[in-house]
């Protein structure tokens, strides 16, 4: 049974996440489909990517990925079908493809679209059924689409960095107000080189060490460790971090809030 995994942006208050469904459904109704999210904030690159490439790598090979995000970002003529590592991924030119692969995909093509038909999401999604459709029944992914060599590029967000220190910025906030930067694991220990550090964040508040699990501290209490998928995670034990501590989400859209909060978090090595 074919797996389909959707990830979007555009809610679950009205109709069009249940008709996501039934459009891949017409095309083939033994196809097994996962919602991953469709609570990604309208514009926010990084967010959909971290959350994308998270999810991707936890399913096994052959499973396709629908990921509408900003799909209306720009007029288009056609739409992206990519295969990398064994997966198949659908979304929009917008160059969201190349932050949450961090590289260039093995494979893409366009899905063209016709010019008489007017956009709109359920318009893309039957675009997309037809083009897994056709792959589930023995096309490659070169018959189904035309080869594009100039995608749209995004560079995945990155921390900045000197000598003694590490800055990222915070890419996601979960359901209990934990608080995501864009800090994994390597890149700590890269830059550590086995120094002691101090994480510090809205200007006053300091880490000064790792926790392996949410009950290292007393209840209250803040801490830091690193998440499932190997980024850096602020979170307070039993609290919501975010809310305690002002933090938000990184926005390219900053400067249309007149909101005080802190999208920043340093580590200090010494």
Same mark, same amino acid.
């Given at each position: 049974?074919? @797996?389909?995994?959707?990830?979007?942006?555009?809610?679950?208050?009205?109709?069009?996440?249940?008709?996501?469904?039934?459009?891949?459904?017409?095309?083939?109704?033994?196809?097994?489909? &996962?919602? &991953?999210?469709?609570?990604?904030?309208?514009?926010?690159?990084?967010?959909?990517?971290?959350?994308?490439?998270?999810?991707?790598?936890?399913?096994?090979?052959?499973?396709?990925?629908?990921?509408?995000?900003?799909? *209306?970002?720009?007029?288009?003529?056609? @739409?992206?079908?990519?295969?990398? #590592?064994?997966?198949?991924?659908?979304?929009?030119? #917008?160059?969201?493809?190349?932050?949450?692969?961090?590289?260039?995909?093995?494979?893409?093509?366009?899905?063209?679209?016709?010019?008489?038909?007017?956009?709109? =999401?359920?318009?893309?999604?039957?675009? *997309?059924?037809?083009?897994?459709?056709?792959?589930?029944?023995?096309? =490659?992914?070169?018959?189904?689409?035309?080869?594009?060599?100039? &995608?749209? &590029?995004?560079?995945?967000?990155?921390?900045?960095?000197?000598?003694?220190?590490?800055?990222?910025?915070?890419?996601?906030?979960? #359901?209990?107000?934990?608080?995501?930067?864009?800090?994994?694991?390597?890149?700590?220990?890269?830059?550590?080189?086995?120094?002691?550090?101090?994480?510090?964040?809205?200007?006053?508040?300091?880490?000064?060490?790792?926790?392996?699990?949410?009950?290292?501290?007393?209840?209250?209490?803040? @801490?830091?460790?690193?998440?499932?998928?190997?980024?850096?995670?602020?979170?307070? #034990?039993?609290?919501?971090?975010?809310?305690?501590?002002?933090?938000?989400?990184?926005?390219?859209?900053?400067?249309?809030?007149?909101?005080?909060?802190?999208? =920043?978090?340093?580590?200090?090595?010494?």
């Amino acid at each position: 049974m074919p @797996l389909i995994t959707l990830i979007t942006d555009i809610g679950e208050k009205d109709f069009l996440a249940g008709a996501i469904k039934g459009q891949l459904l017409r095309y083939q109704q033994d196809l097994n489909i &996962i919602d &991953i999210t469709h609570s990604l904030s309208p514009f926010n690159y990084p967010q959909a990517a971290y959350v994308a490439r998270n999810a991707i790598k936890n399913f096994p090979t052959g499973t396709f990925h629908l990921i509408l995000v900003n799909i *209306f970002d720009e007029k288009t003529d056609h @739409l992206l079908l990519a295969e990398h #590592n064994g997966h198949f991924i659908g979304c929009a030119d #917008n160059g969201l493809l190349s932050m949450i692969l961090e590289e260039e995909p093995q494979k893409v093509v366009s899905l063209v679209l016709d010019p008489n038909t007017q956009n709109s =999401t359920l318009f893309f999604t039957n675009v *997309f059924a037809k083009a897994i459709h056709e792959l589930n029944n023995g096309k =490659t992914i070169e018959e189904v689409g035309v080869i594009n060599n100039q &995608i749209k &590029i995004k560079h995945h967000l990155q921390p900045s960095h000197g000598d003694d220190w590490l800055e990222g910025q915070i890419i996601f906030i979960d #359901n209990f107000e934990n608080v995501i930067v864009n800090i994994n694991k390597f890149q700590f220990e890269q830059h550590r080189k086995g120094r002691g550090f101090s994480i510090v964040f809205k200007r006053d508040e300091v880490i000064e060490k790792m926790s392996n699990n949410y009950s290292d501290v007393a209840e209250g209490e803040k @801490l830091a460790l690193f998440n499932s998928a190997g980024y850096l995670e602020i979170a307070v #034990n039993k609290g919501n971090a975010a809310g305690l501590f002002g933090l938000q989400g990184f926005s390219e859209n900053q400067h249309l809030s007149n909101k005080l909060f802190y999208q =920043t978090v340093k580590v200090y090595f010494q």
